[in-house]
């Protein structure tokens, strides 16, 4: 059973960096099939993708974030981190971690993160 | 504004069947995939793809893709039903993952 298990700060001062990460545990971590994806939460409302790296250490980001976000990759921890800078009131919110999954079905590609981290509350005050 | 567009809440009778709708143009090119979030708890996916059901979601759930627009159907909706559920999928541009606003199910 693969669990994700994340941490990092969760009070920041505004122009600070947030830096979380999420480690890995009981399953492989470098399969090509999943992609390592960052997610948050900003109190009381909806989910925003953050974005996301792949086993080759490809990364992919949300455009609104993309000039302060960087996600990277240590295999030998397996664990995979969030740094995101400048950091201002309105990236307060829960973090989560997730492994996206790809499936292939008659050459057809479906796409769902089938495993979370419990979130971390970050707030910037 | 969200490129991926749900309905902000809905209500549905206990026993009785809701759809949720995702509407976005990406959709037309990719499956969304779909995510309950209970209180204080992280997001759980129940529905995938064309209609599939993780290992341990309640056959209840089932999913739907029709043009721009992808759905989430519980047939029989339970007290335990009653959650956030939100569609994740590509942007328009097909470029980046994006989530749509979130739909807030109440069962009465």
């Known amino acids: 059973q693969v669990q994700l298990q994340q941490w990092g700060a969760g009070l920041l001062k505004p122009s600070e960096t947030l830096s979380l990460t999420c480690a890995v545990y009981?399953?492989?971590?470098?399969?090509?099939?999943?992609?390592w994806n960052w997610i948050r939460q900003p109190p009381g409302k909806g989910l925003e993708w953050i974005g996301e790296?792949?086993?080759?250490?490809?990364?992919d980001y949300n455009p609104s974030l993309k000039s302060r976000v960087t996600i990277s990759l240590d295999t030998s921890k397996n664990q995979f981190s969030l740094k995101l800078n400048s950091v201002t009131a309105a990236d307060t919110a829960v973090y989560y971690c997730a492994r996206l999954r790809e499936v292939e079905a008659t050459f057809i590609y479906y796409y769902y993160m089938d495993v979370w981290g419990k979130g971390t509350t970050v707030t910037v005050s | 504004s969200s490129e991926l567009t749900q309905d902000p809440a809905v209500s549905v009778a206990l026993g009785q069947t809701v759809r949720i709708t995702c509407q976005g143009d990406s959709l037309r090119s990719y499956y969304a995939s779909w995510y309950q979030q209970k209180p204080g708890q992280a997001p759980v996916v129940v529905i995938y793809?064309?209609?599939n059901r993780p290992s341990g979601i309640p056959d209840r759930f089932s999913g739907s893709s029709s043009g721009n627009t992808a759905s989430l159907t519980i047939t029989g909706a339970q007290a335990e039903d009653e959650a956030d559920y939100y569609c994740n999928s590509r942007d328009s541009s097909g470029n980046h993952r994006i989530f749509g606003g979130g739909t807030k199910l109440t069962v009465l």
């Open positions: 790296i792949n086993h080759r250490g490809s990364t």
């Open positions: 009981g399953g492989s971590f470098s399969a090509y099939y999943w992609t």
């Open positions: 793809g064309k209609n």
